[in-house]
């Protein structure tokens, strides 16, 4: 997955695609953890690409995986959620856009008041 990453960051998407995929496919055949990290880039580099059915395609599917495997008040799906909220807003989805984003509020609130009482 790093490498997809790499050649991610410098604008090689074909190449962050294959490694990406690869990537993905190893981590569902052997049951590794961080496969909804790699639906999360694949979604990123397909937004890159302007290949908005992919994109959606693959938040989608890291949103679920994440949910499933983790609940859906994980600290990291805030993550996601602002990254397809940004998604959503440059595709001229303002309405889900503010939807997204505001679950990713309320994931990063609960997550602050556990962390605040769990310190006092």
Do not use: W
Request: hydrophobic share 40%; proline share 1%.
């Amino acid at each position: 997955m790093n490498l997809g990453i790499v050649y991610y960051e410098s604008n090689d998407y074909n190449a962050a695609l294959n490694y990406l995929e690869e990537s993905l496919q190893l981590k569902i055949k052997n049951n590794l953890p961080e496969t909804e990290l790699a639906y999360l880039n694949l979604a990123k580099v397909y937004v890159r690409k302007r290949d908005e059915i992919k994109a959606e395609e693959y938040f989608n599917k890291c949103i679920e995986y994440f949910e499933k495997r983790s609940g859906r008040d994980h600290y990291r799906l805030a993550e996601v959620f602002f990254d397809y909220g940004h998604f959503l807003r440059t595709t001229g989805r303002l309405n889900a856009s503010f939807k997204i984003n505001r679950r990713a509020l309320m994931i990063v609130r609960k997550t602050m008041e556990k962390n605040i009482l769990m310190f006092h």
